[in-house]
């Protein structure tokens, strides 16, 4: 008897799932029928990709960590491998005091490991120095669950090298509050170093060695040279088109005896022997409708972020910097919280000739801005990179991107709520799956990650009594 698997969610979690399942019902001749369920009329989710004359523009996401491999297979299992190219390893800058000062040299995620260009760094006072020195003589931290980055930082190198250097390069990768999110559920790899050596920055040196290479160094990220949404576009190819249901959302999830009943928005219901869910976490307490398990997913803040792409004429840049972006520090007086030199850090994305610029806007504590009208953010934008760049035209065209409460934020004690979360389905509801960038990681490579893990799940759940099946990837 064939088994129903339905998936809710289309964006990058959803997607890989049902790939990968369709690619085992095809090898192994898997007695399953495939539903993925997508509440708006497109796939893909925050991956979005605008070619325009020539450029090639993301709304969402712009890469994946080339150290993280499961990307990189996707993509040759799609058969695009040859499309994946490595970014520029340019100077990065941070914005501090209306000036750009460079990333200081061996420095990781901002944790210095070679202590020269850290002292000699104009980023931090001297003060400040002497304050991050400290890391070497500190004890180890003594906490019992969970804190903050923020509270983990601040106590061990200080506040000047938090707010002048940390909190640009880490806020910027969940768009959130580092004052506010788990240490545990995001960085959890800078606790144990110190715990091992007293020190993150002994530890780091130790363990993450800065590597001395010869000739030029590749960048530490990779993308698809035709736009990350090329990876959708193949993966919907791979589907049949009646496994694929768009513009229906699934509002309520009922356990039946052995079966699991789906009620979706158009009033109809459908009967599933497994359920893959990769949706946001603030759709889930109603979905379930269990308060106790669920509910606290309630609280849980999302941020929202909007970036602005901006498309010149090389002449237009009258005071060019050699580099590929900078972040803000947020104790400057600007609205902007980043800009990549999109033309110099990724070449293919923008023709000979031509500067493209993406500014990021949207700080925890000022949402407002995302809701400002496409002239204004790239009024506001432009104004901001006047201070540091002598731009001296308009653009030619331009791109605005908005993403509403998007972005999940890992707040403390974010492992104890997704720990709970899943030890209820594991006893109450065996067969269904909660993964998505709200739970276990939120960049490319960690949604594939759940979405390879779901189906292994899967087919365990539903064929355990089958040796011979086993997930081939």
Known sequence: MKKKVVILGGGITGLTAAYYLKQEQKKQNLPVDI????ASTKLGGKIQTVRKNGFVIERGPDSFLARKKSAYRLAENLGIQNQIVHNTAGKAYVLVNNQLYGM?????MGIPTQIKPFLFSGLFSPAGKVRAGLDFVLPKTQVEGDMSLGAFFRRRLGNEVVENLIEPLLS????????KMSLMATFPQFFHLEQKYQSIVRGMKKEMPVKKSKGP???????VSTGLETIVERIEQELDQNEILKGVQAIKIDKKNNVYEITLSNQSKIEADSIIVALPHRVIPDLFNEDTVFEPFRKVPSTSVANVALAFPESAIKNDINGTGFVVSRNSDYNIT?????????PHACPKGKVLLRCYVGRPNHQDIVDQTDEELVKIVLEDLRKTMDIAEEPEFYVVSRWKEAMPQYTINHQERTKHMQHYLQNEMPGVSVIGCSFYGSGLPDCIDQGEKAVKDTIQYLFSGQKEVVPSY
Do not use: M, V
């Open 172 to 179: 910027g990768i969940y768009s959130g509050d580092i004052d």
């Open 217 to 223: 160094r590749k960048g530490i990220f990779q993308t």
């Open 104 to 108: 200081p040299e061996g420095s990781n």
């Open 338 to 346: 980043a800009c990549t030199w999109t033309h110099k850090k990724w």
């Open 35 to 38: 539903q993925l369920i997508e």
